[in-house]
Nanobody
């Protein structure tokens, strides 16, 4: 089992920044691909970013490429998502997830956190 706890969400104005963190405990963190997903009210959960176990290869959805940065610190069992140039359409509940399959599909991840809310005001 892997337990994931997100933090860092909040209310921010459009154009602002936030840094989300996801702390992991349980099995060896460095074995897992870590992903960030988000879900807005009435919408499907969507892929945001993922990062390889070593942390040297990130992947992003087109909607956040160039604005968001995923990183990880395996010594701290933590994955981060830096959100810059935020837009109102970025408003959602953000989840981190852990898995062993390289995929943007949510069903490919085995463990999920409870989410942290990001709200971007116009």
């Amino acid at each position: 089992q892997v337990q994931l706890v997100e933090s860092g969400g909040g209310l921010v104005q459009a154009g602002g920044s936030l840094r989300l963190s996801c702390a992991a405990s349980g099995r060896t963190f460095s074995n897992y691909i870590m992903g960030w997903f988000r879900q807005a009210p009435g919408k499907e959960r969507e892929f945001v970013a993922r990062i390889t176990p070593s942390g040297n290869i990130p992947y992003y959805s087109d909607s956040v490429l160039g604005r968001f940065t995923i990183s990880r610190d395996n010594a701290k069992n933590t994955v981060y998502l830096q959100l810059n140039s935020l837009k109102s359409e970025d408003t959602a509940l953000y989840y981190c997830a852990a898995g062993v399959v390289h995929t943007p599909r949510a069903e490919g991840y085995d463990y999920w956190g409870q989410g942290t809310q990001v709200t971007v005001s116009p």
